[in-house]
Each structure stands twice: as C-alpha cells, then as structure tokens.
C-alpha cells in the first residue's frame, strides 16, 4: 500500500519561497510517476507538477513554469516542490500523489491512485 507524507507547508508574503517534501512508503517506485496536486477554496484540484521517478523527466502547469522545481531523491523516497516567486493566487492545499505505468504528460489528465493528506500553503499579498 502506497503511503505519501507531505510537509513543508506554512504562510508566507508574496515573492517568497517555500519547498514542500513528500515521503513515498510502501512500493518500490520506479514505475511511478509523482506529481503535486492543489486545491484552493471553492475551486477544484489542479495539476501543478510531475516527475518520473525512474528518468526524472518532468512536467509543469503553464501557471507554474519558471517558478516552480519539482525533484526527487532516490535514496530518501522523497520527492520535492520548491515553489519560488509565490503569489496570492497559489495559496492552495498541495497534495502529493503517485501513479504507477504512466507519463508525466499524463500525468497532468489524470487522477491519480494514490494521495497524501495534503499540506497548506497560503501567500500573503
């Protein structure tokens, strides 16, 4: 069974950064693609970012481009968000998750099978 742990959430001003880390327990996940979810209040969750575990070949929303990284490390089962420049609008809770057998471009189409619990990010104007 797949569990996913995010951290690394909290407040901060508009133009900050934040990095958010996901820990992937219960498979082995070279067939995985991770990626970031977010859900802010009212609207529904977007696709933010993806990343193949076994290339590391990755995919970003255009709302995100240039501004965010999406990495991981292998010996730590961790996957990151380092998310640079923040504004109002990406105030969300950020969800990590993992789907085995797919793109990162497929990724961004898709709900995936596994979640975490979700990590709030809010960004002060």
């Known amino acids: 069974q797949v569990q996913l742990v995010e951290s690394g959430g909290g407040l901060v001003q508009a133009g900050g950064s934040l990095r958010l880390s996901c820990a992937a327990s219960?498979?082995?996940?070279?067939?995985?693609?991770m990626g970031w979810f977010r859900q802010a209040p009212g609207k529904e969750r977007e696709f933010v970012a993806a990343i193949s575990w076994k290339s590391g070949s990755t995919n970003y929303a255009d709302s995100v481009k240039g501004r965010f990284t999406i990495s991981r490390d292998n010996a730590k089962n961790t996957v990151y968000l380092q998310m640079n420049s923040l504004k109002p609008e990406d105030t969300a809770v950020y969800y990590c998750?993992?789907?085995?057998?797919?793109?990162?471009?497929?990724?961004?189409?898709?709900?995936?099978?596994?979640w975490g619990q979700g990590t709030q990010v809010t960004v002060s104007s």
């Open positions: 219960g498979r082995t996940f070279s067939s995985y693609v």
């Open positions: 998750a993992a789907e085995p057998f797919t793109t990162v471009q497929t990724m961004g189409r898709m709900i995936p099978a596994s």
